[in-house]
Nanobody, 122 residues
């Protein structure tokens, strides 16, 4: 079992920055690939970024490349999503997920947090 708790969401103006955190408890954090997904109102949940167990490999959606950076600190059992140059279309609930393999599909991730709201005003 892995418990995931996201934090760091909020309201920000377009062009601003936020850093999301996801604290993990339970099984060994360093054995899990981690990812961020998001779900905007009326839309399906979509992949944002993922990072391998040791942080040596990352992947991100084209819509956030160059603006968002995923990272992890295995000593703190935490994964981060640094979001810069935010746009109104980034408004969504952001979810942290843990799985055994890095990838873009939601089916790869077995454990999910409750989500944190990010709202970007224009």
């Amino acid at each position: 079992q892995v418990q995931l708790v996201e934090s760091g969401g909020g309201l920000v103006q377009a062009g601003g920055s936020l850093r999301l955190s996801c604290a993990a408890a339970g099984r060994t954090f360093s054995s899990a690939a981690m990812a961020w997904f998001r779900q905007a109102p009326g839309k399906e949940r979509e992949f944002v970024a993922a990072i391998s167990r040791l942080g040596t490999s990352t992947n991100s959606a084209d819509s956030v490349k160059g603006r968002f950076t995923i990272s992890r600190d295995n000593a703190k059992n935490t994964v981060y999503l640094q979001m810069n140059s935010l746009k109104p279309e980034d408004t969504a609930v952001y979810y942290c997920a843990a799985g055994s393999t890095i990838g873009t599909s939601q089916r790869l991730y077995d454990y999910w947090g409750q989500g944190t709201q990010v709202t970007v005003s224009s």
